[in-house]
């Protein structure tokens, strides 16, 4: 067949089934965006939303804050990020494109929360920076898995969806468990799964068609097969294969305000799998109960990071924009909380927005291994075998017969199914 052939041919499948081929330079990583909070684009790689993601974690880490946050980030940036996507379109002279995105996604702003824990809080939420309001928010408190996601098909395909949380899979119960007695089978764990492996098959295509990521918070338990209680997941493994990102949530610090009361708490991002960007990072992070993440002292870090500004002995810090035009005769300031004011004062926030943009720009192209990277499993073994006061290989080892019994416990599921067959999602 001829290269020409091959052209006509590829026109006619794109024309009857109008999906499946796309260009080289269209690929999904373009869909990216940077958030205010420099250290999640930097987890990330900037964050691709036309992914499933997952969160999971002990509880009261931050997980649910860590996605609430990340959806007000999406209303608010949604717009102008398809703006950009059209006018891309129109560069490469497809301006029916273009027209087909600015009309398919006008009102893409839109977060829905499925909330299975029952926990959403509202005021919370707009503390973090969520836009509650009906025109921008829609709360599910469905009364099964299925229910949720059928629900939730023809609202992602209007196109006006800009992500959804799904809180938590662990919460979740299917069909099968309402309509079950408390202890009448032991097998619907395994047909739980079996949805949930369905559910993300379906809402995989949803988020690539849609542009509308899907952000799961999964939990953690005790595993019961070892001595060490190693933490494993809830839900099966499907959350694991069809996730873009997965990053560990752990609390390792409280902050306290003036006053010593609760004012917050510092957590660990730790990132585990990245199809997107770099995989093996790690990011501490600052959450405050009444205003989210301290993004200004983020883009403080990385601009000394990234040598926008100079940190030299004594914590005197210097920069050749700091002249007496701007206050600082010397060009030198002592202690990153002067410096930080001084970005902070409304005299200088238009010198710091520029600053915010190359810390941006850098983040979003720093997408290299790097040079410090560790493998975050072995970190993690090593974190928990000091907590349990026993050495790592001993560790790994019941982590290894905790694995061989849970696959054998799939494996007796496989074979002895029972009467009752797995649910149809019916998506």
Known sequence: MSLKSLRAVTAKAVKDYNHGIVKANANTLKHKIAFDSPQLTYMFGGFSYDRIHQAFGPESSGKSSIYTYIAGQLQKKMPEEIERLAKAAEDEGDKEKATKIRTDFADKQVVIYLDYERTFDPDYAEALGLNCDEDHFILIQADSLEDGFNMIDPMVKSGSICCVIFDSDAAAP?????????????????????????????????????????????????????????PSQTGGTAI????????????????????????????????YKNKTGTPWRDAIMNLYFDRGFDSDAEYFDFLSE??????????????????????????????????????????????????????????????????????????????????????????AEEALKAANAEKALEQEVIENPGEETPPDLGL
């Open 174 to 230: 299917t069909n099968l468990d309402n309509e079950s007695e408390v202890g009448s089978t032991g097998f619907n764990g395994a047909k739980g799964a079996n949805t949930l492996k369905e559910v993300y098959k379906h809402f995989n295509i949803l988020a690539s068609n849609y542009l509308t990521p899907l952000l799961v918070v999964s939990q953690e338990r005790a595993n019961m097969n070892v001595m060490s209680h190693l």
């Open 240 to 271: 694991k294969f069809f996730s873009s990102t997965r990053n560990r949530i752990t609390k390792i610090d409280e902050l306290k305000d003036a006053n010593g009361n609760d004012a917050g708490i510092q957590i660990r991002v730790r990132n």
């Open 306 to 395: 990234f040598g926008l500004i100079t940190k030299g002995n004594g914590g005197v810090y210097s920069a050749d924009f700091w002249n007496e035009s701007t206050g600082v005769p010397t060009g030198k300031i002592r202690g990153a909380a002067n410096a930080l004011a001084w970005f902070q004062d409304p005299a200088h926030r238009d010198i710091y927005e520029q600053l915010k943009v190359k810390v941006n720009e850098k983040l979003m192209s720093k997408n290299e291994l790097d040079a410090d990277t560790v493998d975050p499993e072995k970190n993690e073994i090593a974190e928990i075998a000091k907590e349990k006061n026993m050495s790592a290989e001993k560790l």
